[in-house]
């Protein structure tokens, strides 16, 4: 019976092959838009969490300032002692990076890049998870003496060096001549258009003496030994920060410690939200093509009102004429949910190469919009079926 109500289904959407696409136009546009605005949104958040964590795990970064309604506001700059204090007073601390940074123009031959300097120490590419493609960290004598040596980022190679071999080398960074000792390992573009490979780091007394002339400490990075100490280590640097910049209790900080764990937190809720947001709205493509079934399905009824007279006149059951029309209801919703997911896939894998965005197939969407285009089908197609099935078989016979 069900298999014999399919054929005839199948026979009628092939029959008005062109009217039956038009009508599921609505449903593939509603569940295409769907998986589009989920699949990107999933991709965007992976690739904003990959880029905060690519900064180092349990990371924690402190920063003298406030934001404002106009900007960051400049606060006093922090001293090596800030970050002497943090390494030894407060528990759950695996590494401290104290950190200062300038632009400079960096020379090397014939070939010049403007970019940026940073005067730190040896915790930096530990606390930043930062690994060496090639030679090697400062020594403590280098750090100690703040001998003129560096370790450059890939598109400093790149842009200054091309194919040669960097280590040994030397570089001129504001005119001061620097040994490069190292190659970092490339991390890439950050979310923001922010190329994290376009650096050279120098050791902290070297930046200080040479470079900036001046002691200001402007970033101090934080790594927390385990990530459910983070928070707890957090709250611990602001309490002794406070202390030492003499702030009171009833004065708000003029500087801010910063988790990446929340940071990461309120990304991924924002773009869920936006997502969720976006996906309701396409979802109203959904209903439209709903509607539109729905007419459709009246136009069929009243077009073939003579053949269903004719079936209930040789015995067919009402229940029988209203498993038709919503079977044939349910397999066009159902198509047009199928094409609309293969286009959407289609589309989503497209747009992701196109932004650079991760593609993560989002299964349980998927198979949502399958259940929920064939619901739309029942849904819509319940009243012209039922209208279908009450036609009066003499009536029905008679209509012209």
């Given at each position: ?18 009217r ?12 295409a ?21 690519s ?29 002497n ?9 695996a ?15 014939n ?17 930043r ?10 020594t ?10 560096c370790?450059i ?18 570089i ?11 190659l ?83 990304v ?13 709205v396409a979802?109203?493509s ?6 539109g079934?729905?007419n ?25 004429v ?6 044939e ?32 197939l ?8 399958v ?8 849904v ?21």
């Open positions: 019976m069900i298999w014999n109500t399919m054929q005839l289904a199948l026979r009628e959407i092939r029959f008005n092959l062109m039956s696409i038009l009508t599921a136009l609505g449903i593939i546009i509603g569940v838009a769907v998986i589009v605005i989920v699949t990107l949104g999933g991709g965007a958040t992976a690739r904003v969490t990959s880029d905060i964590s900064l180092g795990r349990n990371l924690i970064i402190v920063v003298p300032g406030k934001r404002g309604p106009s900007g960051r506001e400049q606060g006093t700059p922090f001293e090596l002692q800030d970050a204090a943090i390494l030894e007073e407060v528990d759950g601390v590494g401290v990076a104290p950190t200062a940074t300038k632009s400079i123009t960096v020379i090397y031959g070939e010049s890049w403007s970019t940026s300097i940073h005067g730190t120490n040896n915790g930096y590419m530990g606390v998870e930062w690994a060496l493609a090639a030679g090697r960290a400062f403590r004598g280098e750090e100690r003496s703040g001998r003129a040596v370790v980022g890939e598109t400093i190679r790149r842009e200054l060096f091309g194919f040669q071999n960097p280590i040994g080398a030397t001129r960074a504001d005119n001061i001549p620097c040994e490069v000792i190292g970092l390992e490339p991390k890439g573009t950050a979310t923001f258009g922010t190329d994290q490979d376009d650096l050279v780091v120098t050791p902290l007394r070297t930046f200080q003496r040479r470079i900036s002339g001046n002691r200001d400490i402007s970033m101090i990075f934080v790594s927390a030994a385990a990530a459910e100490m983070t928070t707890k280590v957090q709250n611990d640097i602001q309490t002794l920060l406070r202390q030492r910049r003499g702030i009171r209790d009833n004065e708000q900080e003029d500087f801010e410690v910063e988790n990446l764990q929340e940071i990461t937190k309120v991924e809720s924002t773009t869920g939200v936006l997502t969720a947001l976006l996906s309701a979802m109203v959904l209903i439209v093509g709903g509607i079934i729905m459709i399905m009246l136009v069929s009824v009243t077009e073939r009102t003579r053949e269903i007279g004719i079936r209930l006149a040789i015995g067919a059951l009402e229940r029988d209203l498993l038709q029309f919503l079977v209801a349910m397999m066009l919703s159902l198509a047009g949910g199928i094409a609309g997911i293969l286009f959407g896939l289609f589309v989503s894998f497209w747009l992701s190469e196109a932004l650079n965005l991760p593609f993560i989002n299964v349980p969407i998927v198979l949502i919009a259940v929920f285009s064939a619901f739309v089908g029942i819509f197609g319940f009243f012209p079926a039922r209208r279908a099935a009450r036609l009066n078989p003499i009536d029905a016979l008679r209509y012209e």
